[in-house]
């Protein structure tokens, strides 16, 4: 049973518009969510984190939105650039509880046209 | 400062042989973990450590197995390599408070 869920496995968009990307939990442990970004032959880096006591988070072109209720996150990039072409994972974690551990979803390909 | 480590950078193996994928991280972090990650899929988590001397499984530990001897190194070892362990593996330390920083990545491939 995946408890993290990224249910499109790519996006593209054009420069300069807005991207989505969508993530799905199932478990109500989770309370602390993650978006990490990866390069082709690199390890992933963390990108933009939100504890579940907020509702939205930004950083520069990055803004995470949580859903507690639908047990949803969303990333949104705006605006879109050619290097932010990469894979995204959704990272879930029970803050405090686990060692620090994080469940990943399966990622989401993302490719930017100039 | 390098952050986390990881050697070889790509490795073949025989079925059956057995190897070792290093990490290291000079971050001082006391939490460090292995994850593989297959093609299209997601990280799975294989081993972690709370600290030296503490290891625990993750979600897939089967045929693997790890060390912590001091805050630095986690390495995790193959003992007899299958087919299915074909993977990219990961190791990435943290501080505990949940951003993890990952290394560059071992690719393996087992034939």
């Known amino acids: 049973d995946q408890q993290v869920k990224q249910n499109s496995p790519s996006l593209s968009v054009q420069e300069g518009r807005i991207s989505i990307l969508n993530c799905d939990y199932t478990n109500s442990m989770f309370d602390y969510f993650l978006w990490y970004k990866k390069y082709p032959a690199e390890g992933p880096t963390f990108l933009i984190s939100i504890s579940s006591i907020k509702d939205k988070n930004e950083d520069g072109r990055f803004t995470v939105f949580l859903n507690k209720s639908a047990k949803h996150l969303s990333l949104h990039i705006v605006p879109s650039q050619p290097g932010d072409s990469a894979v995204y994972f959704c990272a879930a974690s029970a803050y405090n509880t686990n060692a620090g551990k994080s469940t990943f979803g399966d990622g989401t390909t993302l490719t930017v046209k100039p | 400062n390098a952050g986390v480590t990881q050697t070889p950078k790509f490795r073949i193996l025989k079925i059956g042989q057995s190897m070792t994928l290093q990490c290291t991280q000079d971050m001082n972090h006391n939490y460090m973990y292995w994850y593989r990650q297959d093609p299209g899929m997601g990280l799975k988590l294989i081993y972690y450590?709370?600290?030296?001397?503490?290891?625990d499984k993750g979600e897939v530990p089967n045929g693997y197995n790890v060390s912590r001897s001091t805050t630095e190194d986690f390495p995790l070892r193959l003992e007899l390599a299958a087919p299915s362990q074909t993977s990219v593996y990961f190791c990435?330390?943290?501080?505990?408070?949940?951003?993890?920083?990952f290394g560059p990545g071992t690719r393996l491939l087992v034939l």
């Open positions: 990435a330390s943290s501080s505990g408070a949940q951003t993890q920083y």
């Open positions: 450590s709370v600290g030296a001397g503490i290891t």
